[in-house]
């Protein structure tokens, strides 16, 4: 196999949460690393298949797309579903153009055996409330970290 062919990743234990997804090797700023894999579905699908762990909620594969269909990573998903968020990310997820497929894309040089992290800014609808975004907690600790994992509001100036 030759370095080019090489994945960029590896799935393992996560110090930060359950299963996480490193660097195999140093990755260069700017570059894609995985795509976010899945089953093509419907919004309404995906309400009918959430909570899919009563124990856990509110956590899901789901990755929604601006061409309305929501992957599910649970079903035919990769490892990119094991990605971990933080609000001080390395990596960011990138849609197409044709809002159909995302991909993992590295921010800033990752070196080998770091673990990539983007922010999931999960969007809701509604009013964020305290219970909300403590059912949504961030562990990532970082000095950006807003406490949960969806995306709040802009704050006047």
Request: glycine letters at 8%; proline letters at 7%.
């Amino acid at each position: 196999m030759t370095r080019a062919s090489q994945p960029w990743h590896i799935v393992k234990q996560s110090t930060l949460h359950g299963t996480g997804v490193f660097a195999l090797r140093d990755i260069p700023a700017g570059t894609r690393i995985i795509e976010y894999g899945g089953k093509r579905i419907t919004p309404e699908q995906a309400d009918e298949l959430h909570p899919t762990d009563p124990d856990d909620p509110f956590h899901t594969f789901f990755f929604s797309l601006s061409s309305g269909k929501v992957i599910d990573g649970g079903n035919r998903g990769n490892d990119a579903r094991w990605i971990n968020h933080s609000c001080g990310p390395n990596c960011e997820a990138q849609e197409s153009a044709n809002g159909k497929r995302v991909y993992i894309k590295a921010l800033v040089d990752i070196p080998a055996d770091t673990e990539l992290f983007y922010d999931y800014g999960l969007v809701m609808e509604g009013r964020i409330t305290k219970k909300l975004r403590a059912q949504y907690l961030c562990l990532c600790a970082t000095p950006e970290c807003r406490g949960t994992m969806l995306a709040l509001p802009k704050k006047k100036p």
